[in-house]
């Protein structure tokens, strides 16, 4: 059976890596001995002050017959914003607060992520990114996000927008950021949907499967984005005539707590859009709504 004993960090300091892992992360000294004869590169093992007895953490030292290689590779992830190590911690607002005052360096301060965890990035002083996290339970209980909002279009084409590839990749999962990649959408209950978009040099992904079909007057489809969360919402579109247009009713549910602003906020942003790919302009302002609904099922961590 294979298990974890020790986990590496290259740092471009020993010394300097020993004291910020140790007098300021909190981490204790499981081994410490020279690995040449000038004691210049040492053998040094870290381990959690919480278990003394778990995996390893070893600081290693640049390899000079690699000359730079490890230096390139430990920049390039800094550059892109990649952590070295992650590391759990039982409260992470109140670490951040705590490593703060001792003047490290945050690349990110907490945030939520769908994981389900919250992290942050630090600077080791040596180099590397490190990111810390704190699982959180949500208990089970959700959110439903709803939005309304008039288009000046009749329903027929409002709906068409949504299933129709050409007119989706125009909107549907885009952002002033983002250019469309692929849309799959295999509009039949039952059928599945994929949409790829490019923002910068990363690829964004939005999968979902559709559980009903009603031409023009309503549309219901699952959604995830895989690659920051396991969970997954159900979106379901109605469309009424409205004024000579369409009112449209968007309610996305599933959400976790934490998540309502951000939900609204990208819906609020597509349906702007959707508005501009089918008249060319916007019109009246939207109405969002929150409702909390306790899940029938609730997993704990």
């Known amino acids: ?15 300097k890596a020993f004291r910020f892992y140790t007098e300021v992360l ?28 778990g995996p390893e953490l070893v600081l290693e030292p640049m390899q000079p017959a690699l000359k730079g290689a490890e230096k390139d590779w430990q920049k390039t992830l800094y550059k892109h914003n990649i952590p ?30 769908g994981a389900p965890i919250t992290w942050a990035l ?25 939005i ?31 250019v469309p990649g692929d849309y799959a959408l295999d509009t039949q209950v039952g059928g599945e949907w994929t949409i790829h978009r490019r923002a910068g040099d990363k690829i964004y992904t939005a999968v979902g499967e559709y559980l009903e079909i009603d031409p023009p007057r309503r549309l219901v489809f699952t959604f995830s984005m895989p690659q920051f969360a396991v969970d997954v919402g159900t979106v379901t579109v109605e469309i009424k005539p409205d004024k000579g247009g369409s009112l449209v009713k968007l309610t996305q549910s599933g959400d976790r707590p934490g998540y309502e602003r951000s939900t609204a906020h ?23 709504r929150t409702t909390n609904k306790k899940a029938k099922t609730a997993k704990k961590r």
């Open 1 to 15: 059976m294979v298990r974890i004993n020790q986990v590496s960090v290259t740092v471009d300091d020993q010394e």
């Open 26 to 53: 909190g981490f204790v000294k499981k081994t410490l001995y020279p690995l040449d004869v000038k004691g210049a590169r040492k053998k040094m093992t870290l381990v959690s002050a919480l278990d003394k007895h």
């Open 84 to 113: 070295a190590a992650a590391f759990e911690v039982e409260d992470i607002k109140k670490e951040f607060k705590r490593l703060s005052k001792l003047g490290v360096v945050f690349t990110q301060e907490p945030i939520r992520a």
């Open 122 to 146: 630090l600077d080791d002083t040596c180099g590397n990114l490190i990111q810390l996290f704190e699982y959180w339970d949500y208990h089970g209980e959700t959110r439903s996000v709803t």
């Open 148 to 178: 309304e909002r008039h288009i000046a279009a009749p329903p027929e084409q409002v709906f068409a927008a949504w299933v129709d590839p050409e007119l989706a990749c125009k909107w549907l999962m885009a952002s002033a950021e983002s």
């Open 266 to 288: 990208g819906w609020e942003g597509m349906l702007i859009r959707l508005e501009r790919t089918l008249t060319g302009k916007t019109g009246q302002k939207m109405l969002t």
